[in-house]
């Protein structure tokens, strides 16, 4: 997959901000898979795997990179989005 430090390396010193989205399947989710096991039969398993939790991982690791390299960051993962809002939601306490 991308190799985010190299993002970071390489881009930094030339913009404001650096922005994430995940890789967005479903809208032709069965035509994507179908492209890719004709074509790189190596990286199947790999993209049916993609989950939640992989993406968990990504904006943690994303985050650490904004930090090191002192660069602000937009995060668009449709798969985190709503973990963030659960977690800010359960952290107000309501009177």
């Given at each position: 997959?991308?190799?985010?430090?190299?993002?970071?390396?390489?881009?930094?010193?030339?913009?404001?901000?650096?922005?994430?989205?995940?890789?967005?399947?479903?809208?032709?989710?069965?035509?994507?898979?179908?492209?890719?096991?004709?074509?790189?039969?190596?990286?199947?398993?790999?993209?049916?795997e993609l989950s939640k939790?992989?993406?968990?991982?990504?904006?943690?690791?994303?985050?650490?990179?904004?930090?090191?390299?002192?660069?602000?960051?937009?995060?668009?993962?449709k798969n985190t989005i709503?973990?963030?809002l659960l977690i800010l939601?359960?952290?107000?306490?309501?009177?």
């Amino acid at each position: 997959m991308t190799d985010l430090e190299e993002i970071f390396r390489e881009v930094s010193p030339f913009v404001d901000h650096i922005s994430f989205e995940d890789l967005n399947l479903n809208p032709c989710r069965k035509e994507i898979f179908e492209a890719i096991s004709n074509n790189f039969p190596e990286l199947e398993e790999k993209y049916k795997e993609l989950s939640k939790e992989f993406w968990l991982k990504k904006e943690r690791e994303i985050r650490i990179l904004s930090e090191k390299y002192d660069k602000p960051v937009r995060i668009y993962f449709k798969n985190t989005i709503f973990e963030i809002l659960l977690i800010l939601l359960n952290s107000i306490k309501f009177k």
